[in-house]
């Protein structure tokens, strides 16, 4: 995926995941962030028109965890979720929760077209819409007791943080990603305040 008008303009993260949408609108294509660790690869079902991964803590406060997406071209909660992205930039669709621009606009896309279309409404290995889930290896009963924690190495000022979040298939118990690599932000990186360089 190239995005030069993205470096052009300046508008980093911004640019960024609406370029990663629409490249996703137009064509058939898998999307991951570069900082998750893959434990097992992940086919979509020739009957998946959409996949994506439930966040963390879904129940509480419904988002997508966008470091995974796949998507057949021209799909609709794709297209919808750049509308919803440009309403929520403009003012005119209300943020929730978190208020993170990609990881609202794409779960509010599939409520939106799960309510108009009952073909999208349900979520599995075999239907339109496959939603993995993002959870964290701490949790109990989650059954992924046995899955290693990511190791530190010896990084100075070590910072857990998201390190023993994976995302998996609770149907069949198949663990496919680490949510970040140590190393990150997040995960091993400890989040220091900016300090602006003085020029005496």
Not at 27 to 55: G, L
Not at 77 to 87: A, E, H, P, T
């Amino acid at each position: 995926m190239y995005l030069s008008d993205c470096r052009i303009q300046a508008l980093s993260f911004l640019c960024f995941r609406s370029t990663v949408s629409s490249n996703l609108f137009q064509n058939t294509r898998y999307y991951f962030d570069v900082d998750i660790a893959v434990v097992h690869p992940f086919v979509a079902n020739p009957s998946n028109e959409f996949v994506s991964v439930k966040a963390y803590n879904y129940d509480q406060d419904p988002q997508f965890f966008q470091a995974f997406i796949a998507a057949a071209p021209k799909n609709k909660i794709v297209k919808k979720s750049l509308d919803i992205m440009l309403g929520m930039l403009k003012g005119t669709h209300a943020a929730r929760g978190l208020s993170l621009l990609g990881t609202q606009s794409m779960q509010d896309a599939w409520a939106e077209v799960a309510e108009e279309d009952s073909a999208y409404a349900s979520h599995g290995k075999n239907n339109k819409v496959y939603l993995l889930s993002e959870e964290n290896l701490h949790d109990d009963g989650n059954g992924f007791d046995k899955l290693p924690v990511q190791e530190n190495d010896g990084m100075p000022l070590f910072s857990e943080g998201t390190c023993d979040f994976f995302v998996s298939d609770q149907e069949e118990g198949s663990v496919y990603f680490y949510s970040r690599i140590v190393g990150t932000t997040f995960c091993g990186k400890l989040l220091l305040p900016k300090v602006e360089r003085v020029i005496a």
